[in-house]
């Protein structure tokens, strides 16, 4: 609008001045006040993973914003939230429910590295003097939301994993060169996959994967978790019973997913192993590479 000013950066503004553009990496990381880093920003844009862009709704997904390192007055803006939760490694997966909590009111540092040379800034986050809840009341809030966003980031590791493993299945099931040697090892690889899907059924609905038609198809695990996470962080308040009952609720289904998973792994997954070995074909690994 032509008759209206702008409202001040959503952030902690961090100003820097360069005597001269650094060809070097430069970072900003922030730390809390036990001196423990928070998130890091560099000037050097990170590769990309799997499933980054958009998602299949054409939402661009979120970026970390880089460091300037031009010559003279530099600033960055520090929208003062922690590290998002895991994504899965699937295409057009949406990033809806994945943002990492806002700090709570409370003393940090920044710490800006140009050129092997470290400068550091302590600052003070402040609640809002209009909101009525106490700093304790913050905190809590802040200590659930980083333990729902572990929860989410535990959950799209173990579909990162039963992925994983599937595929490489597939992988041995096509190296097996007779067709004897085909059949059996197959046989096994859907015994295996079959105890794997039951698991990531329950994980994560892909008909909805992209944040799309989500109402003809049942929300699974990782959608309910990370739905309900979104509810604390919608205003300036303690938990309430009603979603500390329903994260636990959640978080105790996952639990035994996260245990069936693991009887699969520590169990099934030999059979399979021996039954390549035996087929001299070369071993499967459930661990991820790099």
Do not use: C
């Amino acid at each position: 609008m032509l008759d209206a000013g702008s409202n001040p950066p959503d952030g902690v503004v961090v100003h820097y001045f360069l005597e001269a553009k650094s060809d070097n990496e430069a970072t900003i990381t922030f730390h809390d006040s036990k001196g423990e880093e928070i998130k890091s920003f560099s000037s050097v844009r990170q590769e990309k993973k799997k499933g980054s862009g958009k998602s299949a709704t054409g939402e661009k997904k979120r970026e970390d914003p880089l460091v300037r390192v031009e010559a003279g007055m530099n600033r960055f803006i520090w929208d003062m939230r922690y590290p998002d939760a895991r994504q899965v490694d699937i295409d057009d997966a949406t990033d809806h429910g994945l943002a990492g909590p806002h700090a709570p009111p409370g003393a940090y540092a920044v710490h800006l590295t140009v050129g092997g040379r470290t400068q550091t800034q302590e600052f003070e986050i402040r609640k809002d003097p209009r909101i009525p809840a106490t700093q304790e009341d913050l905190q809590a809030q802040f200590d659930l939301l980083i333990a729902m966003r572990d929860r989410i980031s535990d959950t799209h590791d173990a579909i990162n994993q039963i992925v994983r493993v599937k595929k490489q299945v597939d992988e041995w099931v096509g190296r097996a060169v007779s067709e004897a040697a085909r059949d059996a090892v197959s046989k096994a690889g859907e015994e295996l996959k079959d105890k794997l899907s039951a698991v990531e059924d329950q994980l994560i609905q892909y008909k909805t994967i992209g944040g799309l038609d989500r109402i003809s198809h049942p929300a699974k695990l990782n959608a309910k978790i990370r739905e309900i996470s979104t509810v604390p962080s919608t205003a300036d308040y303690g938990p309430t019973q009603g979603t500390l009952g329903v994260f636990g609720d959640l978080s105790e289904r996952l639990d035994v997913q996260f245990d069936a998973l693991k009887s699969v792994i520590e169990n099934d997954l030999p059979v399979f192993i021996n039954v390549v070995h035996e087929l001299e074909i070369p071993a499967i690994s459930s661990v991820a590479s790099g």
